[in-house]
């Protein structure tokens, strides 16, 4: 076939053009498969950021919003409004179905801890200023009076009505994160998303993987700086740290107290901990757990480990040890840091 | 030819952090810029809790001053990671880079 010199170069051309575009495609994603979109969020008294992949990841991430912002005036226990002030204000109340759920959820994760976890514990957490900024060590006798607000049965929920026992108040800040975490999962997955990685405040949710095939790398900080521990190559994994450096103050008398208070003897938890994160399926088991394992202290958080599945934990003990379990031990790659002096694996 | 200025535009797409740094209040940028800066100079923002100042100086960027009540911001120091802005929650302030050249997606803490 004979092929006119206009045509070859035509041709030349509209073959340089697609290479061209090929490569502009390659460059910047354009597949609908990997459209990108970006939030973030000012909510649950910190700061929220979102990335969804997806043909559908703008409007979910719309709805993600929507679920935060209703949640919080559901939850918050700053907003006199909210089912929770007005529980803590009235003692019992007809609850909605979302926070019926997270109750239920939260009632489970104290009876699953040994009362290590424990939404009731609110009026202690009052009382030693955190939940206002005016730091106080309160003395013993408060604490005393104070505990008997605290601890089994203190809650419970009948039909739709949750009831308080007298003098009772609760807070979720210690599973409100997680729970709508898992929330924002599932509208994602029912939005066609299959990679998405959301982080609450640090509290992280990683749905799928990358959009390239790749696990999300997520970093662990320090307790002390921003430096990192390590990371953690994870996929479908919630990734959930506590510990006591980013909420605490200084008593006159120079003693550091951190924001987790510990459910049986009211105060500020110190012990062998200086961090604990875990990994898991679901945040609403990490952020009750990452609380709880504070309150047990390192040994006690290993026991507990060894004798419960569904999730793994890298703790970081005050002589430097970092202990990392065997379900992520070969997916965590420790970083030179002047907090961690050896790092060892924990097996059941 | 087409291709040499396509390879060109991949090698500047793939290129590390240009060090450049947002600073939103209520989730609108009110700086973008250099992160860095030879001589010292300084942001000040009235947000909903108060005065905040920010310093821009050649180690990088930091909140100087604020009259939130925890000073949170204050005590992160200079700005780090992408993926560990400088946010003061009362004023809904934010100082974040704009990218990043680090080999994570987020930090859990």
């Not at chain 1, 035509?10 to 495609?25: S, Y």
């Not at chain 2, 989730?27 to 821009?56: F, H, L, Q």
Request: proline share 3%; glycine share 10%.
């Amino acid at each position: 076939m004979n092929i006119s010199s206009t045509a070859k170069h035509t041709l030349k051309g509209a073959g340089a053009l697609a290479m061209c575009l090929a490569l502009i495609i390659l460059i910047t994603g354009c597949s609908s498969a990997d459209k990108k979109a970006e939030e973030s969020l000012f909510a649950m008294d910190t700061y929220m950021t979102f990335t969804a992949y997806g043909k559908n990841a703008d409007d979910a991430l719309k709805d993600a919003k929507e679920i935060i912002t209703s949640c919080e005036n559901l939850w918050s226990v700053t907003k006199a409004d909210s089912e929770i002030s007005r529980l803590n204000a009235a003692g019992e109340l007809p609850l909605s179905k979302d926070t019926r759920d997270i109750l239920a959820a939260a009632l489970y994760a104290r009876e699953y801890t040994g009362g290590c976890f424990d939404i009731s514990v609110y009026p202690l957490v009052e009382a030693w200023g955190f939940t206002n900024g005016n730091y106080r060590v309160p003395d013993e006798t408060e604490i005393s009076e104070l505990l008997k607000r605290v601890g089994e049965g203190k809650l419970s929920i009948e039909g739709d009505k949750a009831i308080l026992a007298r003098g009772s108040r609760l807070d979720l800040g210690g599973i409100a994160k997680g729970f709508v975490g898992d929330m924002v999962i599932k509208r994602f997955k029912d939005s066609g998303i299959s990679s998405a990685l959301i982080s609450l405040g640090g509290n992280i949710h990683a749905l799928g993987s990358k959009p390239d095939g790749s696990k999300w790398k997520i970093a662990i900080q320090s307790p002390y700086d921003q430096s990192y521990l390590g990371v953690l190559s994870v996929s479908d994994k919630c990734v959930i740290t506590s510990g006591i450096y980013e909420r605490n103050f200084t008593a006159p008398d120079g003693t550091l107290y951190g924001h987790i208070i510990s459910p049986f003897d009211g105060r500020p938890v110190s012990n062998d901990l200086c961090s604990v994160t875990v990994v898991c399926d679901e945040g609403r088991l990490g952020d009750a757990l990452s609380t709880a394992l504070f309150v047990m202290g390192g040994s006690k958080a290993v026991e507990f480990w060894k004798v419960h599945e569904g999730f793994e934990l890298i703790l970081l003990c005050t002589d430097g040890t970092l202990y990392v379990t065997q379900g992520v031990y070969g997916s965590f790659e420790p970083r030179n840091n002047t907090a961690v002096t050896n790092v060892c694996e924990i097996k059941r | 030819m087409l291709t040499a200025a396509a390879t060109a535009l991949i090698l500047q797409y793939r290129a590390g952090s240009s060090g450049e740094i947002e600073i939103t209040l209520g989730g609108e940028t009110i700086y973008k810029g250099p992160g860095t800066s030879a001589e010292t100079k300084y942001i000040d923002i009235e947000g909903a809790a108060g005065a905040v100042r920010v310093r821009i100086d050649v180690e990088g960027a930091a909140v100087e001053s604020s009259d939130c009540p925890n000073r949170e911001c204050v005590k992160m120091g200079y700005l780090k990671s992408k993926y560990l802005p400088i946010v003061c929650l009362p004023n809904r302030l934010v100082i974040r880079y704009t990218d990043a050249d680090e080999d994570v997606d987020a930090v859990s803490k």
